[in-house]
């Protein structure tokens, strides 16, 4: 299983059509659609995973390709890197 980040898409996109747009290159096993809290427009981002060689399928296909009016980009999800560290009190 893999992860797929999906950003810069447009606000008007929905859960429905990044789910339709992913799904011609294999099943999505979940998907996390980012978007605003009060107008419920999307944020620009989703996180979908899909099995191995069908999201690298999506990877190639999608990656800088027009979506909505938006040049999207897809990658593999890569994990934050917490910055600092906690500071000891005394």
Same mark, same amino acid.
């Given at each position: 299983m893999i /992860?797929?980040?999906a950003r810069n898409l447009a606000k008007?996109?929905?859960e429905e059509t990044v789910t339709a747009l992913f799904s011609q290159y294999g099943v999505v096993r979940s998907l996390k659609f980012s978007k605003d809290l009060f107008s419920g427009e999307c944020k620009g981002f989703a996180t979908i995973e899909m099995e !191995?060689? =069908?999201a690298r399928a999506a990877i190639a296909a999608l990656n800088g390709a027009?979506? =909505?009016g938006r040049q999207i980009r897809v990658d593999v999800e890569r994990p934050r890197i917490k910055? !600092? !560290?906690s500071?000891? /009190?005394r």
């Open positions: /992860r797929i980040s008007v996109t929905t !191995g060689h =069908e027009e979506f =909505e910055k !600092g !560290g500071r000891r /009190r």
